[in-house]
């Protein structure tokens, strides 16, 4: 049974906020893929990672939301953003085991 569910609300805690993704979080998600030790935490990393690759990876994780069973939110802390987190329900990448769902952070 696949499930499919849109996250379209927001989630907050005591201290963090977790919304969808917006096209101008481009701006603080570039320095993040350009830290290694942020990167060397990634599945699949891109590299060399341009900042037109990184509009065109929040592009296509805003269109994919659309449509696939993937959820990718935005973990903000005083509107800063501070991170990704991401659960595809779908079979795993090639540099991940086995087709459960792949929780990204």
């Not at 979080?25 to 699949?44: G, Y």
């Not at 501070?82 to 079979?91: E, F, K, T």
């Not at 540099?95 to 929780?103: E, F, K, L």
Request: glycine share 6%; hydrophobic share 40%; charged share 30%.
């Amino acid at each position: 049974m696949k499930i499919v569910q849109r996250v379209d609300s927001v989630i907050r805690t005591e201290r963090l906020v977790l919304r969808p993704l917006r096209e101008s979080d481009v701006v603080a998600i570039f320095p993040q893929f350009n830290d290694c030790d942020v990167v060397r935490w990634l599945s699949e990393p891109p590299w060399p990672y341009g900042l037109e690759d990184c509009r065109a990876y929040v592009r296509r994780t805003l269109a994919r939301a659309r449509s696939d069973p993937a959820t990718t939110l935005a973990i903000t802390r005083d509107d800063f953003l501070v991170g990704m987190i991401s659960l595809r329900l779908r079979d795993a990448g090639a540099a991940q085991h086995g087709g459960d769902p792949v929780i990204g952070y």
